[in-house]
Structures are given as structure tokens and as C-alpha cells.
């Protein structure tokens, strides 16, 4: 089991930037790929970005490659979402999740509570 914890959302203008933070505890944190995701009003999860275990690969949506950069801290147990310049329609709730690197959100084992995003124009 792996509990997930994220923390770091708010609300920013555009252009502006936010550091997403996930917190995992319970399983090896090191041993498992992570990705974030995010689901606006009316629309489906959708995916962010991922990470291997290792940190040797990152992955992004074609919509946030070059804002975003995910990362990740083992010894802290902790994946995070740094986001730049960001746009109105970077508006969403944000997820992370644990076990895989794939965009597709069912291919994902756990997922944390949320943490809104609010980018005004």
C-alpha cells in the first residue's frame, strides 16, 4: 500500500509559476515509477507528466513540455511538479500517482486526494 500526499497548489496569475509537491509513504517509494495528472471541470484525467524510479527518464503532455519539469527525491520520499509560465488553461485539480510511466491513468495503482490549480488571466 502507498498513501500519497499533495500539497502546493493555489492560486496564481499567468505567467506565474507553482511548485507541486507529493508526498508518499508505505511502500518503497524508490522502487516505483510516478506520474501526475490533472482533471479539469467536465473533462477527463488527463495526463501530466511521470518519472521513472530511477529518475533517469521523465515523460510530458505535449501541452506542458518545456513549462514543466517533474522530479523526484528518494531520500525524501517526495515527487514533485515544478510549472512555469503558467496558462489558463493549466486550471485543474492535480493528482499524483504511483506505478507506472504510461499516460494512461488506469495503468496507475495509487493516487493522492488532489490539489487544486488555479491560474487566472
Known amino acids: 500500500q502507498v498513501q500519497l500526499v499533495e500539497s502546493g497548489g493555489g492560486l496564481v496569475q499567468a505567467g506565474g509559476s507553482l511548485r507541486l509537491s507529493c508526498a508518499a509513504s508505505?511502500?518503497?517509494?524508490?522502487?516505483?515509477?510516478m506520474g501526475w495528472f490533472r482533471q479539469a471541470p467536465g473533462k477527463e484525467r488527463e495526463f501530466v507528466a511521470a518519472i521513472r524510479r530511477s529518475g533517469s527518464a521523465t515523460y510530458y503532455a505535449d501541452s506542458v513540455e518545456g513549462r514543466f519539469t517533474i522530479s523526484r527525491d528518494n531520500a525524501k520520499n517526495t515527487v514533485y511538479l515544478q510549472m512555469n509560465s503558467l496558462k489558463p488553461e493549466d486550471t485543474a485539480v492535480y493528482y499524483c500517482?504511483?506505478?507506472?510511466?504510461?499516460?494512461?491513468?488506469?495503468?496507475?495503482?495509487?493516487w493522492g486526494q488532489g490539489t487544486q490549480v488555479t491560474v487566472s488571466s
Open positions: 508505505g511502500r518503497t517509494f524508490s522502487s516505483s515509477s
Open positions: 500517482a504511483a506505478g507506472s510511466v504510461l499516460p494512461n491513468h488506469r495503468a496507475y495503482d495509487y
